[in-house]
C-alpha cells in the first residue's frame, strides 16, 4: 500500500515547503493588518421584511424586536458591537455570528427575513467606491 503522505513529500523540494511557509505568512499578517484599519461604524441599519428600516445609533445601549415573517428577532446593540440575541429562526446562524461593530460588517437571518449592518465610521459617511 502506497502512503501518500510520502508520496507527496517525494515531489516537494525545501525551496517548495520555504514558498509555502512564507506565502502563508505573509497571508496571515495581511488579514491581521487589513483588519486593524476597518473603521468602527456609527450607527446599525435594521431592515425587515416588511420594508421597514431603522437605524439606530451604536453609542446608545438598547433592544429592538423586529418583526418578521416567524416572529420577532431581538438585536441588541451593547458598548458599540450590536447583535442577534434571541430569534425565532429554526438553526439561530443569526445568533451564532456574534458580535459586529465595524463598517460593512452584516448579520443575516434568512428565514426572518431580518437583516442587521453597520454604516458610517470614523471618518464620516465614507464612501466605499465610485462607479459610473
Request: net charge negative; glycine share 24%.
Given at each position: 500500500m502506497i502512503n501518500r503522505s510520502t508520496m507527496f513529500r517525494r515531489y516537494l523540494t525545501k525551496a517548495d515547503t520555504f514558498l509555502i511557509v512564507v506565502l502563508t505568512v505573509i497571508s496571515l499578517a495581511a488579514m491581521l493588518g487589513m483588519r486593524g484599519f476597518a473603521l468602527n461604524g456609527a450607527h446599525v441599519t435594521i431592515e425587515s421584511s416588511d420594508g421597514g428600516i431603522v437605524e439606530l445609533s451604536l453609542a446608545?445601549?438598547?433592544e429592538y424586536a423586529?418583526?418578521?415573517?416567524?416572529?420577532?428577532t431581538v438585536v441588541v446593540i451593547e458598548?458599540?458591537?450590536v447583535f442577534i440575541s434571541d430569534s425565532p429562526c429554526p438553526h439561530h446562524y443569526c445568533e451564532r455570528m456574534g458580535k459586529i461593530r465595524r463598517r460593512g460588517e452584516v448579520i443575516v437571518c434568512v428565514p426572518n427575513r431580518v437583516i442587521v449592518s453597520i454604516k458610517g465610521g470614523d471618518s464620516g459617511e465614507a464612501l466605499d467606491s465610485v462607479t459610473q
Open positions: 446608545e445601549n438598547r423586529v418583526n418578521g415573517p416567524m416572529g420577532d458598548d458599540g458591537a
